[in-house]
T-cell receptor
């Protein structure tokens, strides 16, 4: 029979509020992390990346925080807009692994309420 | 337009049909990938090509057959598929040199097997 898919976590926020999307990774040796955004009907798009020698990196309206102690990655979106509604994926490359083998998380659906 | 073009965007095929998905990248990247995206599941890596050579086959059934004639083009040949193969098939490319490991994805082919 058909296998049961994973339930996609959903974050619902009001337009103008800040959003925080979280991701837990499993490999303590992971060296490089990326956040992707996937809108309906499109492929994932690169948002921001961070290396393991950094704790924080900022882009335009987005900030990525890395806590290696607890193996946690977060994406903060300031002043969330309706166009930010999408599924957000974190991805990692394990240190010493194939440099082109990204491991993706399940994803979080961000729903922005007007 | 992300620089990675996939055709067709939508495909409906019977279980006895043979079809091919096409991917073309205009970014000068040297690695290309096929991913399968099913509802509420993480992206599943299927195949990896580096400099036209297949470097990973992630236990994909033989009814999926990849082909990479050059660094810019990637195909996925399909035959005797099952309904559970219905999914979004995403192509991606990346450049391994220069310390940039992010993928650029195409918009995907939405495949329905009937």
């Amino acid at each position: 029979g058909e296998s049961v898919g994973l339930h996609l976590p959903t974050l619902s926020v009001q337009e103008g509020d800040n959003s925080i999307i979280n991701c837990a990774y499993s490999n303590s040796a992971s060296d490089y992390f990326i956040w992707y955004k996937q809108e309906s009907g499109k492929g994932p798009q690169f948002i921001i990346d961070i290396r393991s020698n950094m704790d924080k990196r900022q882009g335009q309206r987005v900030t990525v925080l890395l806590n290696k102690t607890v193996k946690h990655l977060s994406l903060q979106i300031a002043a969330t807009q309706p166009g930010d509604s999408a599924v957000y994926f974190c991805a990692e490359i394990p240190y010493g692994g194939a440099t082109n083998k990204l491991i993706f998380g399940t994803g979080t659906l961000l729903a922005v309420q007007p | 337009e992300t620089g990675v073009t996939q055709t067709p965007r939508h495909l409906v095929m019977g279980m006895t049909n043979k079809k091919s998905l096409k991917c073309e990248q205009h970014l000068g990247h040297n690695a290309m990938y096929w991913y399968k995206q099913s509802a509420k599941k993480p992206l599943e890596l299927m195949f990896v090509y580096n400099f036209k050579e297949q470097t990973e086959n992630n236990s994909v059934p033989s009814r999926f057959s990849p082909e990479c004639p050059n660094s810019s083009h990637l195909f996925l040949h399909l035959h005797t598929l099952q309904p559970e193969d219905s999914a979004l098939y995403l192509c991606a490319s990346s450049q391994q040199e220069g310390g940039s490991y992010g993928y650029t994805f195409g918009s995907g082919t939405r495949l329905t097997v009937v």
